[in-house]
């Protein structure tokens, strides 16, 4: 059968080596089976450079490289620095922020979602001035190690404001939603970031819509298979790590 797999949010680290052996494990069993593969964001629990050649970065390339379908990758919040060199060695293609494609006739409009979640202020300007060039321009001609200890101290800080913040602020607009949906001219959305998996219905302009969110691999990995007929949000068994 024909099927198309999502998956985002595994923030991948070497601190969880049993997320890393999951994620290894489907991208060796299910992945090649599919026709293609999109990321969309969160792949990595932070990303400070293509230059950090860490064991775990070289094992996700080679997984990308080596599963023999078409991989997309689209940024999210915590790792927006991975670029060029990366998605070269992974064989990777790397979308826009916001990408329509066709899935099975369905024009659909994929992205990390944290765009949609507009009541959080806060966070939306640490975003607009994160992704400012001249800024990352300079972060990526520190030291390495200094870097890390950016990386470190900014993960800190964010754990810190989540715990201020309702779970209502945290999660996408629903006014955003359409408006993204409608400019777009789509009928499904699907996107990461919430960690909330869902396959929501509701009308837009007497329209029936959906939009899916894909589930973290804190406790379980969270796959989205898309066939021409179908949507389903599978889970996976994070296991032992092997």
């Known amino acids: 059968m024909p099927h198309t797999l999502f998956i985002a949010d595994l923030h991948l680290s070497a601190?969880?080596?049993?997320?890393?052996?999951?994620?290894?494990?489907?991208m060796a069993e299910e992945a090649p089976k599919a026709d293609a593969l999109y990321v969309l964001g969160d792949l990595f629990e932070f990303s400070i450079g293509d230059d950090e050649q860490s064991p775990l970065n070289r094992r996700?390339?080679?997984a990308f490289r080596d599963c023999g379908v078409p991989v997309f990758f689209i940024h999210g919040n915590?790792?927006?620095?991975?670029?060029?060199?990366?998605a070269r060695e992974a064989g990777l293609t790397l979308l826009p922020e916001h990408q329509v494609i066709d899935l099975y006739g369905e024009p659909t409009l994929i992205m990390h979602g944290d765009t949609l979640c507009t009541d959080d202020a806060g966070y939306q300007r640490y975003r607009r001035i994160?992704?400012?060039?001249w800024l990352q321009w300079l972060f990526l001609r520190l030291p390495l190690k200094k870097r890390l200890g950016i990386?470190?101290?900014i993960r800190g800080k964010s754990a810190e404001a989540k715990q201020d913040k309702s779970i209502t602020i945290m999660d996408v607009n629903q006014?955003?939603?359409?408006?993204?949906m409608r400019k777009a001219g789509v009928r499904r959305l699907i996107h990461g970031h919430t960690h909330r998996p869902a396959i929501h219905r509701f009308d837009l302009h007497g329209q029936p819509v959906q939009r899916i969110v894909l589930g973290d691999w804190y406790t379980q990995g969270s796959v989205l298979v898309v066939t021409p007929e179908t949507e389903t949000l599978q889970g996976l068994s994070l296991g032992e790590n092997r």
């Open 15 to 26: 601190g969880r080596p049993d997320i890393t052996a999951a994620f290894l494990r489907f």
């Open 60 to 62: 996700v390339a080679s």
């Open 78 to 86: 915590r790792d927006f620095m991975v670029g060029r060199r990366f």
């Open 130 to 133: 994160t992704r400012l060039g």
């Open 151 to 153: 990386a470190d101290g």
């Open 175 to 180: 006014g955003e939603v359409a408006r993204q």
